[in-house]
């Protein structure tokens, strides 16, 4: 069902057709502002070499507040999605079927994103993955992930 549809059958405004986007808080700001000029930054313990993500105030391993921000590789190995086609919020209605998946980062942490760029029926848990953003609005950009382009290699037979 389109926008146009779901306003008419359920009496809704542009306004609550739009998406809830990710409030930056003060530790995690540096992750937004890195995603709006194309980097994955990761928050990496300078003490223990552990990293948060999502980011946090102090260290989830040693608790210390001595932190860096490190740009990921943008690679990763899809753990497990799901299909989403029916039973969202109406917001992202008009965006069925599309695929919630878990990513885990090549640099350890596991991330909660979607599958763009690939037909549905080609997505296989531990398939390599890549990292594009997306501009959903002047402020946000979120990461989405696609499959790596595989190098085609001429038969030298
Ligand atoms: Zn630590």
Not at 57 to 75: I, K
Not at 119 to 127: E, Q, S, T
Request: net charge neutral; charged share 30%; with cysteine.
């Amino acid at each position: 069902m389109d926008a146009k549809e779901l306003k008419e059958k359920f009496k809704l405004t542009d306004e609550d057709l739009k998406k809830p986007l990710p409030i930056p808080t003060k530790w995690s700001k540096p992750f937004w502002e890195g995603t709006k000029q194309r980097k994955l930054l990761l928050k990496t313990c300078k003490d223990c070499g552990h990293i948060d993500h999502p980011p946090y105030l102090y260290c989830t391993e040693c608790q210390s507040d001595n932190s860096e921000w490190v740009q990921a590789s943008g690679r990763a190995k899809l753990y497990a999605f799901a299909v989403n086609e029916i039973g969202v919020p109406f917001p992202f209605m008009p965006d069925l079927p599309y695929i919630t998946a878990l990513v885990d980062l090549k640099e350890g942490p596991r991330m909660v994103s979607t599958i763009v760029e690939c037909d549905f029926k080609d997505i296989k848990n531990g398939m390599a993955l890549e990292v594009v953003f997306d501009d959903v609005s002047p402020e946000i950009s979120l990461p989405k992930w696609k499959p790596v382009k595989k190098w085609v290699t001429k038969d030298r037979g």
